[in-house]
């Protein structure tokens, strides 16, 4: 670790945002390949079956005591799932417009991914001068919002590109759908950071730190409802994956996809749930900070459980994001424009009027 | 007559979707702690565990032995000229093979193959034996890794068969035969 001092800063912090940036990629990419399967399980133990549990991998047997829990809990399906998608052929229909059939999965993937950039993770690992953020932006929601709204062409390009009516009109509802949310969700958080007097992420983390009470979400609850809900229409999830909604529309905007194409889809979504989840605990349940408070960490051991912390929280809004789709049917379309412009919006711009004349009233 | 069905126009709460909320929690809920901490899933997990195959269930035919453990087939043919997919194929012993393990009959098959991947399990070769030496039994999930290794040859059928106590005509006619001997005739 020495020879790193002896580095010029741009050298280190070259250094240190690459590391972060591949370990955040890995844990993301474990975390949605995981995701995908805890997604199966609830939905399998919700609807009373068993759910993946024979992937059995060589080594399984070697593994002692364990081993056949672990192959039961399907703990080695993703490998396999992965695996699959790999190998499988790569159709391109006869029929689609070819560079944008290729443009569209990765269109959809990369916003996903990016947005994990500006995340606080953790507070530091040793060193306070490095904290566990890839880029600490001073406009960092604007930059996710920024990002995260690109996510919508994917979709729509896929649909365009498809050159079917399925995909089209999965396409067509997405673009609908995820631009009235977005506004509803933007609009939420304006009321946040209102609140924190800061755009950085870190620094509305380091508002929260204190303690449980002081999270985000007891100051603005409505706020959290809206951009939960607005989440869910965002990342296209029941009750809102109309683009997808695989009753009506076969597979919605991938339809016509196969392969690691519609993998990428596939990751695209569960990265972009993973995201969202980042996104919440950072704004509402104050991100790395433990629910007894204790500040930024100063060893490494207190670090990495900061890390571990902001994951648990994570895992637990994943985890609301797949009981929820098991949970409740799709809304009719209407309904959900109806929801978005009628209901949410109004709400978050009546939220905003509050949280400013009671931050004017307090100021005085 | 046209029914009209009564919309009701939701109540205040249930414009906020939280009962419906609650319930749908109940019910996902109440079939997770089921599944989870009771075993009550529904799954049969189907190599382990099997249905239990009803009476009279048209499975796989095999050859059956008699209650001495002789081959009952006489490779007379009619199962293979009757088999509507033509998946029997027998061979029969020919005027130097070997005669047959048992009293009462001629000859035996030196082979007798069904080829499984062709076979219906229609049942006609079962009904059409005149020896009562071939049964459509419970075995419905066969597999191989080859086109040859569905051939099934006679001593596999056979093993698979099993002894076929139940019906015992030669031992009967044999019966009627002594009997038949000594007279007057007691039947």
């Not at chain 1, 406009?139 to 690109?150: A, C, H």
């Not at chain 2, 001629?106 to 009904?127: A, H, S, Y």
Request: aromatic fraction near 12%; charged fraction near 15%; hydrophobic fraction near 50%.
């Amino acid at each position: 670790m020495d020879a790193i001092q002896y580095l010029s800063p741009t050298t280190q912090f070259v250094l240190f945002s690459a590391v972060k940036i591949l370990v955040a990629f890995g844990v993301v990419m474990t975390f949605v390949a995981y995701a995908v399967l805890v997604e199966r399980k609830v939905s399998a133990w919700i609807q009373d079956r068993v759910g993946p549990n024979r992937a059995t991998p060589f080594f399984a047997q070697y593994i002692p005591l364990l081993g056949p829990a672990l192959v039961r809990l399907g703990i080695f399906q993703p490998m396999a799932d992965g695996l699959k998608f790999l190998l499988k052929e790569d159709f391109t229909p006869a029929y689609v417009r070819t560079v944008y059939f290729w443009l569209a999965p990765a269109i959809t993937v990369i916003p996903a991914l990016m947005t994990i950039a500006v995340i606080p993770f953790g507070s530091t690992l040793g060193n306070p001068m490095n904290p566990m953020v890839i880029a600490d932006l001073n406009v960092g929601i604007l930059y996710t919002f920024g990002i995260v709204s690109l996510g919508v062409y994917g979709i729509v390009l896929a649909g365009y590109a498809s050159n079917s009516k399925y995909p089209f009109l999965g396409g067509i509802r997405s673009s609908a759908q995820m631009i009235s949310y977005e506004i509803a969700m933007g609009m939420s958080v304006v009321s946040v950071f209102m609140v924190v007097g800061d755009l950085n992420l870190s620094k509305v983390v380091a508002y929260q730190e204190a303690n449980l009470f002081h999270w985000m979400i007891w100051k603005q609850p409505l706020a959290f409802v809206i951009f939960l809900i607005a989440a869910f229409a965002e990342t296209n999830r029941l009750p809102f994956d109309l683009p997808e909604s695989e009753t009506e529309l076969v597979g919605g905007y991938h339809t016509e996809y196969s392969s690691m194409k519609f993998a990428l889809f596939f990751l695209g979504e569960y990265a972009a749930m993973i995201a969202a989840s980042a996104m919440m605990v950072t704004l509402f349940f104050g991100g790395w900070a433990f629910p007894w408070g204790g500040g930024p960490a100063n060893s490494i051991l207190c670090g990495i459980a900061h890390i571990l912390c902001f994951i648990a929280k994570m895992g637990v809004l994943l985890v609301l994001f797949i009981w929820t789709r098991w949970m409740l049917p799709r809304f009719r379309y209407d309904q959900l424009m109806d929801l978005g412009w009628r209901r949410f919006i109004p709400l978050a711009l009546a939220n905003i009027l509050v949280t400013a004349l009671v931050l004017a009233l307090i100021s005085r | 007559m046209t029914k009209v069905v009564e919309r009701k126009p939701l109540s205040a709460l249930e414009q906020t979707y939280l009962p419906t909320l609650v319930s749908g929690f109940k019910v996902t809920w109440k079939h997770f702690t089921n599944t989870v901490f009771k075993g009550k899933a529904v799954t049969m997990e189907y190599p382990e565990e099997r249905w239990v195959v009803p009476e009279g269930y048209r499975g796989a035919p095999y050859l059956v032995k008699d209650q001495d453990n002789n081959t009952k087939c006489v490779s007379c043919q009619l199962c293979e000229f009757v088999c509507p997919p033509k998946a029997i194929k027998i061979t029969p012993p020919g005027p130097d093979g070997a005669t047959a393990d048992r009293a009462n009959a001629e000859k035996m098959p030196r082979e007798f193959e069904i080829n499984m991947l062709r076979c219906i399990f229609c049942g006609l070769c079962q009904e059409v034996c005149p020896e009562e030496a071939i049964f459509l039994q419970k075995d419905y999930s066969l597999t191989g890794e080859s086109r040859d290794e569905m051939i099934y040859n006679k001593e596999k059928l056979l093993k698979l068969g099993g002894v076929h106590g139940g019906i015992q005509k030669w031992k009967h006619k044999l019966e009627e035969a002594r009997e038949q001997e000594s007279f007057p005739v007691n039947v």
